[in-house]
T-cell receptor
Framework: KAGVTQTPRYLIKTRGQQVTLSCSPI?????VSWYQQTPGQGLQFLFE???????NKGNFPGRFSGRQFSNSRSEMNVSTLELGDSALYLC????????????FGQGTRLTVV | AQTVTQSQPEMSVQEAETVTLSCTYD???????LFWYKQPPSRQMILVIR??????QNATENRFSVNFQKAAKSFSLKISDSQLGDAAMYFC?????????????FGTGTLLAVQP
């Protein structure tokens, strides 16, 4: 079956702009989590959505937001971009049960100039 | 709060040799999951192996095995017969037990180089 799909793969934006990233989970997976990966901070949890509800949130400013649709696809949005938002954004999908692994997409590389 | 620590930023191993990557974690929970993920240059995170804390037996997956020491909160990864394709960044990760969240807490990673 198809894996986790993230679009776009690469993105260049200007400071102050906003950006929307998309993640399509594996079919049947209802949990989608987002992570930010930077050389300085490593992998940091942004938020998790399950059945269209945010059930966990990391320590990021309110400029970072997300949502999940009824088909489990998820989007994350970053408003008023800052240079420090340049990162690899990874999406992971999981099933509803606890004893399962997370499957990751290939990520979106965001560069803010 | 749970934390995961990887104290080896970089490691190197000769092809066909064995290497062990270290990971320690901190949690007050008795049940949880631990994972090792591999991130090659393609950037996609790939699950290497996982361990349920309530299982005494160390997990193994072909050339990959773990040494899980629950009391010491240690979770090391051993790669046997190292191959060039094993070169990647390796992350240790923790996840709480139960279905309330799938949030993963990652260590800072260990960059493994495999020398031919």
């Amino acid at each position: 079956k198809a894996g986790v799909t993230q679009t776009p793969r690469y993105l260049i934006k200007t400071r102050g702009q906003q950006v929307t990233l998309s993640c399509s989970p594996i079919s049947g997976h209802r949990s989608v989590s987002w992570y930010q990966q930077t050389p300085g901070q490593g992998l940091q949890f942004l938020f998790e959505y399950f059945s269209e509800t945010q059930r966990n949130k990391g320590n990021f400013p309110g400029r970072f937001s997300g949502r999940q649709f009824s088909n489990s696809r998820s989007e994350m949005n970053v408003s008023t971009l800052e240079l420090g938002d340049s990162a690899l954004y990874l999406c992971a999908s999981s099933t509803a049960t606890s004893n399962t692994e997370a499957f990751f997409g290939q990520g979106t590389r965001l560069t803010v100039v | 709060a749970q934390t995961v620590t990887q104290s080896q930023p970089e490691m190197s191993v000769q092809e066909a040799e064995t290497v062990t990557l270290s990971c320690t974690y901190d949690t007050s929970e008795s049940d949880y999951y631990l994972f090792w993920y591999k991130q090659p240059p393609s950037r996609q995170m790939i699950l290497v192996i996982r361990q349920e804390a309530y299982k005494q037996q160390n997990a193994t997956e072909n050339r990959f095995s773990v040494n899980f020491q629950k009391a010491a909160k240690s979770f090391s990864l051993k790669i046997s017969d190292s191959q060039l394709g094993d070169a990647a960044m390796y992350f240790c990760a923790y996840r709480a037990y139960g279905g309330a969240t799938n949030k993963l807490i990652f260590g800072t990673g260990t960059l493994l180089a495999v020398q031919p």
